[in-house]
């Protein structure tokens, strides 16, 4: 089991960043898949970005909205997840969540497979 605290949102001014972090903390954190959902008010969640890491290699996933703008990370050293986000756009204002799931047969981009969440950290980009 895993424990997600999710950290490093607020307000921004589109086409500025902010960098998001999510402390992990339980057992076997590398062997995590990780990754960002984001919800904005009345809308479904949306899938932002993830990774696996295995052997010291990383795969990234990222939504076709996002990609070339936003970046995920981490650390495993300290057991942190993180999201870097670039460029931002006044439709990117939504409750973001670090998840964590176990490394399996893919599916990375839905939001269901995730079974750890963190609390969520709020990114307003203001026009």
């Known amino acids: 089991q895993v424990h997600l605290v999710d950290s490093g949102g607020g307000l921004v001014q589109a086409g500025g960043s902010v960098r998001l972090s999510c402390a992990a903390s339980?057992?076997?954190?590398?062997?995590?898949?990780m990754g960002w959902v984001r919800q904005a008010p009345g809308k479904e969640r949306e899938f932002v970005a993830a990774?696996?890491?295995?052997?010291?290699?990383?795969?990234?996933y990222a939504a076709d909205s996002v990609k070339g703008r936003f970046t995920i990370s981490r650390d495993n050293t300290d057991n942190t997840l993180y999201l870097q986000m670039n460029s931002l756009k006044p439709e990117g204002s939504a409750g973001y969540y670090c998840?964590?799931?176990?490394?399996?047969?893919?599916?990375?981009?839905?939001?269901?497979?995730?079974?750890?969440w963190g609390q969520g950290t709020q990114v307003t980009v203001s026009s």
């Open positions: 339980g057992r076997a954190f590398s062997s995590y898949a």
């Open positions: 998840a964590a799931r176990i490394v399996g047969v893919g599916f990375y981009e839905r939001p269901d497979t995730y079974r750890y």
């Open positions: 990774m696996t890491w295995r052997s010291g290699t990383s795969t990234y």
